[in-house]
């Protein structure tokens, strides 16, 4: 499965921006991770076919994952955007869907980033 995302760029400290992972095969679950410099790649949201979700406490009730199965397509909806928000955002893929989402190796299939910047 190839991943590319979509949507990154730079945005004032309270806007919103939308990323997009276009996937060429269907997966269980997709995910949304991020990384800045310096720091551990950390998951952000992660979303199942079926459509349920779950969300790292710093980006809940901001961010909002969804997903259009028949485009294959994985949306991430981030209002309210805060500088603690900056990095490069990456999309994911596998089969794996439980409580360890925010784990890296749950993964099989990655896209290549796109950077976030928030920034006045």
């Known amino acids: 499965v190839q991943l590319v995302e979509s949507g990154g760029g730079l945005v004032q400290p309270g806007g919103s921006l939308r990323l997009s992972c276009v996937a060429s095969?269907?997966?269980?679950?997709m995910a949304w991770f991020r990384q800045a410099p310096g720091k551990e790649r950390e998951g952000v949201a992660t979303?199942?076919?079926?459509?349920?979700?779950m969300y790292a406490a710093p980006v809940k009730g901001r961010f909002t994952a969804s997903r259009d199965n028949a485009k294959n397509t994985l949306f991430l909806q981030m209002n309210s955007l805060q500088a603690e928000d900056t990095a490069k955002y990456y999309c994911?893929?596998?089969?794996?869907?439980?409580?360890?989402?925010?784990?890296?190796?749950?993964?099989?299939?990655w896209g290549q980033g796109t950077q976030v910047t928030v920034s006045s």
């Open positions: 095969g269907m997966s269980n679950s």
């Open positions: 994911a893929a596998g089969s794996y869907y439980g409580s360890a989402w925010y784990d890296p190796s749950k993964y099989s299939y």
């Open positions: 979303i199942h076919v079926g459509g349920g979700t």
